[in-house]
Every structure is written in structure tokens, then in C-alpha cells.
């Protein structure tokens, strides 16, 4: 199965930065398209970058110009920069991966907090 490990969540003043990490066990990493999602208490789950094996990148309008979505195939990992953060961003943020080779996986979620 795919484990699915998250890191770089914390608690920043409005303005600062994060740099959250997804890494994957899956040896179909390369291929695989991953979501970063986050949800904030009484909300529902919103996408907020996604990457694909291309390197393409969409996000939301709301983190557009301050989140910057990476890949390092190397290691496995996707990188999300969060720079500029505002209150609006406090949120519990998730990996999702998809890969054609096996079933979608989320992670555990890593809390990002940003006090005013």
C-alpha cells in the first residue's frame, strides 16, 4: 500500500510563510498527479494547488500569486510554498494522490495556523 507522509504545518503571524511537505511510498510517484486540499473547521474540503507528472499546476484564486506547488520526483516528494499567509489560510491541509496504477491516498493532514 501507499504511505503517505506530511509535514511543514504550524502556526505563523499574517504574513509569513510555510513550506509543506508531501511524501509518497508509491514507486509510481513519477506518473502520479497530487492535490494539496485543506479544510477549515464548519467548511467543506477545498482544492487548493495540484500538480501532474507534466509539472502543470493549477490553484485556486484565493492562494494564486502566494502558493507555489513543486515536485522533486527524486525524492518523492511535492513541495507547497505558501508565502503571504492571512488568517483565511488557517486550515488542516491534505495530500491527495493519483497514480493509474493504484487507488487514490490521502494523508493525515498537517494543521496550518496563521494568527492575526
Known amino acids: 500500500q501507499v504511505q503517505i507522509a506530511e509535514s511543514g504545518g504550524g502556526l505563523v503571524q499574517t504574513g509569513g510563510s510555510l513550506r509543506l511537505s508531501c511524501t509518497a511510498t508509491?514507486?509510481?510517484?513519477?506518473?502520479?498527479?497530487v492535490t494539496w486540499y485543506r479544510q477549515a473547521p464548519g467548511k467543506q474540503r477545498d482544492l487548493v494547488a495540484q500538480?501532474?507528472?507534466?509539472?502543470?499546476?493549477y490553484y485556486s484564486d484565493s492562494v494564486k500569486g502566494r502558493f507555489t506547488i513543486s515536485r522533486d520526483n527524486a525524492k518523492n516528494t511535492v513541495f507547497l510554498q505558501m508565502n503571504s499567509l492571512k488568517p483565511d489560510d488557517t486550515a488542516m491541509y491534505y495530500c491527495?494522490?493519483?497514480?493509474?496504477?493504484?487507488?487514490?491516498?490521502w494523508g493525515q493532514g498537517t494543521q496550518v495556523t496563521v494568527s492575526s
Open positions: 491527495h494522490i493519483e497514480s493509474p496504477l493504484h487507488l487514490p491516498y
Open positions: 508509491t514507486l509510481s510517484f513519477k506518473i502520479a498527479t
Open positions: 500538480i501532474n507528472s507534466g509539472g502543470d499546476s
